[in-house]
């Protein structure tokens, strides 16, 4: 059985910063892919970044330039981390991954259970 747990959310002033992580564990073949969600009180869920690989990420335009994405293959861990926060970041953040759970099985989208990131004076 596959577990995405994720960690390092709380409350944050205006210009600091956060680094989350969610880290997958059980059953696992291969990993195609990794990457974050957000979604706000009263707003639909965005994607924040989407991560191939340690050097390829694509970001949403309200988080380009502030928050930068990585993975650490050797433990199947993605983080996010996000610098010059913004109350408009105020959100729930969710990590994904794409994960093979048997050599010929489907490939799934398992998702975390989401951090709070609170940004507030």
């Known amino acids: 059985q596959v577990q995405l747990v994720e960690s390092g959310g709380g409350l944050v002033q205006p210009g600091g910063s956060l680094r989350l992580s969610c880290a997958a564990s059980?059953?696992?073949?291969?990993?195609?892919?990794m990457g974050w969600g957000r979604q706000a009180p009263g707003k639909e869920r965005e994607v924040v970044a989407i991560?191939?690989?340690?050097?390829?990420?694509l970001y949403a335009d309200s988080v380009k330039g502030r928050f930068t994405a990585s993975r650490d293959n050797t433990k199947n861990t993605v983080y996010l981390q996000m610098n010059n926060l913004k109350p408009g970041d105020t959100a729930v953040y969710y990590c994904?991954?794409?994960?093979?759970?048997?050599?010929?099985?489907?490939?799934?989208?398992?998702w975390g259970q989401g951090t709070q990131v609170t940004v507030s004076s």
């Open positions: 994904y991954a794409v994960i093979r759970a048997t050599m010929n099985g489907d490939a799934d989208t398992y």
């Open positions: 991560s191939t690989s340690d050097r390829h990420t």
């Open positions: 059980g059953s696992i073949f291969s990993i195609n892919g």
